[in-house]
């Protein structure tokens, strides 16, 4: 369940380390982002001299969330923490070239093809 406010770690190799969502799109009410859907987010922490600086504002993806996640099939997913991967504009492609940990596979499903692709693992 992730809200405004809510600080994720970036799960790419852009730079970013920390960022804050300050907006989850889909909707004027829209109140909670999940697995597969976008926000809107400022970055707080990076790397020096890497594609992403801080305090840029940036779209993102979300790709893992610590709340329980509940599937079609009726299991429930959950990961240790929150992270989302950095877009690039208004495309659903990713910013970086790796994506670091574990991937749930409803991103396919939502249509985030490249992150399944650049993923190493798939759960």
Known sequence: MIQ????LKVGDNTGAKVIQCFRV??????RYAQIGDIIVASVKQ????????KHEVV???VIRQKKPFRRDDGTYIRFDDNV?????????????????????????????EKIIGLSKEIV
């Open 4 to 7: 405004p406010r809510t600080m």
């Open 46 to 53: 990076a790397e020096p001299r890497r594609i992403v600086k």
């Open 59 to 61: 779209r993102a993806v």
């Open 84 to 112: 989302a991967v950095i877009l690039e504009g208004k495309t659903r492609d990713p910013k970086g070239g790796r994506i670091f940990g574990p991937v749930p596979r409803e991103l396919k499903k939502k249509g985030f």
């Open 25 to 30: 799109l889909g909707g004027t009410r829209r």
